[in-house]
C-alpha cells in the first residue's frame, strides 16, 4: 500500500494551500499533522464513499476535505491559514469503515509534507 501526499509549501498567513493524497484503492481517509515539538493531531477524516465528514475543532470552517474515487485521491483544501497551522501534514489510511481521530486506528501512513504559514 502506497500513500503519495503532496502539496505542501510556504504560504502567507490568510493564504490557501491544497494538500492531495494518492492512494492504490479507496480506504476511509485522514489527514493529521504534527507541529515540532508536539504529538501528531488529527485534522480531517472522510468516508470510503465520501458521505460523511468530520474536522478537528481548530479547523472547522476554514478547511475542507473532499476525495476523487474514480483517481483513489484524497484532497485537504486549507484556507484562512494560520501560523500555528505550521506542521508537517500526513494522509493515512485504513480499511475501517469509522471515521476515527486516533493515529492508532489507521494502518497506513504517507510521507508526510510540510506546510509552513509565515506571520
Known amino acids: 500500500v502506497q500513500l503519495q501526499a503532496s502539496g505542501g509549501g510556504l504560504v502567507q498567513t490568510g493564504g490557501s494551500l491544497t494538500l492531495s493524497c494518492v492512494t492504490s484503492?479507496?480506504?476511509?481517509m485522514g489527514w493529521f499533522r504534527q507541529a515540532p515539538g508536539k504529538e501528531r493531531e488529527f485534522v480531517a477524516v472522510?468516508?470510503?464513499?465520501?458521505?460523511?465528514?468530520d474536522y478537528a475543532d481548530s479547523v472547522k470552517g476554514r478547511f475542507t476535505i473532499s476525495r476523487d474515487n474514480a483517481k483513489n485521491t484524497a484532497s485537504l483544501q486549507m484556507n484562512s491559514l494560520k501560523p500555528e497551522d505550521t506542521a508537517v501534514y500526513y494522509c493515512?489510511?485504513?480499511?475501517?469503515?469509522?471515521?476515527?481521530?486516533?493515529?492508532?486506528?489507521?494502518?497506513?501512513w504517507g510521507q508526510g509534507t510540510q506546510v509552513t504559514v509565515s506571520s
Open positions: 484503492r479507496r480506504y476511509t
Open positions: 472522510i468516508s470510503w464513499s465520501g458521505g460523511t465528514i
Open positions: 493515512a489510511a485504513t480499511d475501517g469503515m469509522e471515521l476515527s481521530a486516533r493515529t492508532y486506528d489507521y494502518d497506513y
